[in-house]
Structure formats: structure tokens, C-alpha cells
């Protein structure tokens, strides 16, 4: 991206493809795409992304999204991300004290999971995530994509401050 001259720094899928094997490819984007969300993130994500804040030094360059940094931690894999779908269902316990979680992979693997009632979709993530770290034999999943019943698309990583209970309403 450092080279390119013009449109493809413009070029969404571009940049993010560039600033997801190197964060600080970033420096190099647009202006505008160095605030979308997901570019930032996907650069954070990179693991050299710290090079890339200490060039760029101003905030008014970055994403100034106030939940960025608890998307950019949180488990969920961002769009386009390749990472394992679970396909989750999610119920009340019988007392309503906690949130119980069932996972099917594609490959018919199965995950389940018990969340206090007032988790978050962050913990879920992280609760499902290290279910699916014990059961698989590579450990590189890093990232998820949790499809809850009754939704079009997958949990985005900037819903992971939502409760869990919210879903079940």
C-alpha cells in the first residue's frame, strides 16, 4: 500500500486486505478509510499495529469510535474475517439466574457454555471461544463468528458491550 499511488488506497477491500497482514500499512490509507472502524480494527488486530499509531500521533487521524478498543479486543471475527462459525442458541435456566449456551460448528462439533445473566456479548465470545480452544485439536482460532438464532448475520464485533440478555427478549 505504500507504494500504490491513488485509488487503491481508497479501495476498501484494498486496505483492509493491506492492514490485515500489516497494521501499519494503515498510515498509507486514505484519510477517510484510516476512521472506518473496521479498517482500524483489522490493523489493530495485525499485532503491528503500534508502529503504525506512533507514525500516525494524532487522534483526529484514527477512528474516534467510543466502543472501538472493546471491539478491537473482543473475540468476535470482524466481517470478512475467515474464522470458525458457531451457530448458537441461547435460553434462560430454569431459575433465570444464567444464560445457557449451546454451539454447533459445521462440522457438527458441539460447545456449551453457561453465562451469568448479566454477560456481555464479549463474554460470550470469550466463553465460546475457549470451549472451541479445548476441543480442537490447532488452537489458531483466535477469532469467531457466533450466529445466534433468529438473526440475518453474525455478531459484530462493535455489539460486544450489548448484554447477552437482550437476545433472549
Not at 503500534?50 to 468476535?76: G, I, T
Not at 439466574?97 to 459445521?106: D, F, N, Q
Not at 451469568?116 to 465460546?128: I, M, Y
Amino acid at each position: 500500500l505504500g507504494h500504490a499511488k491513488g485509488e487503491p488506497r481508497k479501495d476498501r477491500e484494498v486496505v483492509l486486505e493491506a492492514v490485515r497482514q500489516h497494521g501499519w500499512a494503515l498510515e498509507y490509507a486514505d484519510p477517510v478509510l484510516r476512521k472506518d472502524p473496521l479498517v482500524v480494527m483489522r490493523a489493530v488486530r495485525s499485532g503491528d499495529f503500534a508502529v503504525s499509531v506512533k507514525r500516525l500521533a494524532k487522534p483526529q487521524n484514527m477512528c474516534d469510535e467510543p466502543s472501538f478498543m472493546v471491539a478491537a479486543s473482543c473475540r468476535l471475527a470482524s466481517p470478512g474475517e475467515r474464522a470458525p462459525v458457531l451457530f448458537t442458541t441461547l435460553e434462560w435456566s430454569p431459575d433465570r439466574s444464567e444464560i445457557l449456551c449451546e454451539a454447533c460448528l459445521l462440522s457438527g462439533l458441539q460447545l456449551r457454555c453457561a453465562l451469568r445473566g448479566e454477560a456481555s456479548v464479549a463474554d460470550l465470545a470469550q466463553a465460546l471461544q475457549h470451549e472451541l480452544s479445548k476441543e480442537m485439536v490447532t488452537k489458531d482460532a483466535a477469532y469467531i463468528h457466533v450466529q445466534l438464532d433468529g438473526l440475518d448475520a453474525p455478531l459484530s464485533p462493535f455489539e460486544c458491550e450489548r448484554a447477552v440478555a437482550e437476545f433472549l427478549q
